[in-house]
């Protein structure tokens, strides 16, 4: 009889939260229990789990006793703070956050590029950022097919990227904006940061803290998360990486241009198409007869990583641009959490 498994989803009341429990009830995954885990003020919250109702727990080290899994989306420090404890009491965890994901024994994975790195992992697997995630789908088959030099991406993300409290104040400054109101900004580019500026009617040029180095603090994490998921060195010069991250007055799904380099010089945007068409979770959506292309308003609520405005660079021999967007809650969060975790039950290494 196949083995059913306990199913912790830690912070279980967020955006991604919410995601999780959907995607985890659709999944292939055999449910014996499902324990919703968020902070003091959510607990006792009920949210439904397929046709059960169920009540939110506060997180404590014992919430994960008989825990065979952990999903996890409730921001670093409660990562870091639980996750341990997870794994202490035998269970595996597979993180959202960005925690774990450059500690040199956690794999980064994102199944359709580099599952065979689960088997490395030490009770802890990280999910990359939700930018990340979209690119390397995309870039992956081209990689492999024809090798890739060089990416320099833009980006035009989500409000909601920043959570379900970004989302509300965007919504509102949209909502103020347009009855000739004051736009109160309290949260967007970072919480964290010293000064804070309205999304809506607006772009910013800041995504994360901005570092000494001029990189916003997303940027590295772009620039370092795609090298060590695509080549396992975070660092390696293998492969070139420019990032610019802009949060875009849109609620949900990121775009990015991408520029990238291939080795083989004889590549051509036909072949790099077909390729596409064929890859795993990518829908190729590039007709510009019909003005076909991917739009983060028809991504919403899908799983796949849309791909269109291929075009060779005409400047740069072996160069090409495209287009990519994808739900950055499904693909880009909840969707790839739990399809690292079917991948982990399939083969074997919870």
Not at 5 to 24: F, N, P, S
Not at 312 to 333: H, S, T
Request: aromatic fraction near 6%.
């Amino acid at each position: 009889m196949a083995k059913e498994y306990v199913v912790a989803i830690l912070g279980a009341t967020g955006a991604v939260g919410h995601r999780m429990i959907e995607q985890l009830a659709a999944s292939s995954i055999p449910v014996k229990e499902v324990k919703l885990l968020a902070s003091a003020r959510s607990a006792g919250t009920q949210l439904k789990f397929r046709d059960q109702t169920l009540t939110v727990e506060e997180t404590t080290p014992d919430s994960f006793e008989g825990v065979d899994l952990v999903l996890s989306s409730a921001g670093g420090s409660t990562s870091k703070k639980f996750l341990p404890e997870a794994v202490k009491r035998g269970a595996v965890c597979v993180d959202n956050t960005s925690a774990y994901r450059m500690e040199p024994d956690v794999p980064l994975v994102v199944p359709e590029v580099n599952p065979d790195t689960l088997a490395q992992h030490h009770g802890i697997v990280a999910n990359p950022n939700c930018s990340t995630i979209q690119m390397v789908v995309a870039l992956e088959p081209i990689r492999r097919a024809f090798g890739l030099k060089q990416i320099i991406v833009s980006t035009y993300q989500a409000a909601s990227g920043a959570g379900q409290s970004a989302l509300n104040e965007f919504y509102q400054q949209a909502r103020d904006y347009l009855d000739g109101k004051e736009m109160q900004a309290n949260i967007l580019p970072t919480k964290g940061d010293k000064k804070h500026y309205p999304l809506a009617f607006n772009l910013l040029p800041q995504i994360d803290v901005l570092e000494d180095s001029g990189y916003s603090h997303e940027e590295w994490k772009m620039i370092h998360e795609t090298k060590k998921i695509m080549v396992g060195d975070m660092n390696s010069p293998e492969i070139k990486v420019t990032a610019t991250c802009v949060r875009v007055p849109v609620p949900i799904s990121h775009g990015e241009s991408v520029y990238f380099e291939v080795e083989d010089k004889s590549a051509t945007v036909e072949q790099i198409r077909e390729l596409l068409a064929q890859a795993p979770g990518v829908v190729v959506q590039d007709d510009i007869q019909h003005q076909i292309y991917p739009q983060p308003i028809n991504a919403v609520g899908k799983g796949d990583t849309f791909v269109g405005r291929l075009r060779p660079d005409y400047e740069n021999k072996g160069a090409f641009n495209m287009w990519i967007v994808a739900d950055n809650l499904l693909k880009g969060a909840a969707l790839n959490t739990v399809q690292n975790a079917e991948e982990l039950v399939k083969r074997g290494l919870i």
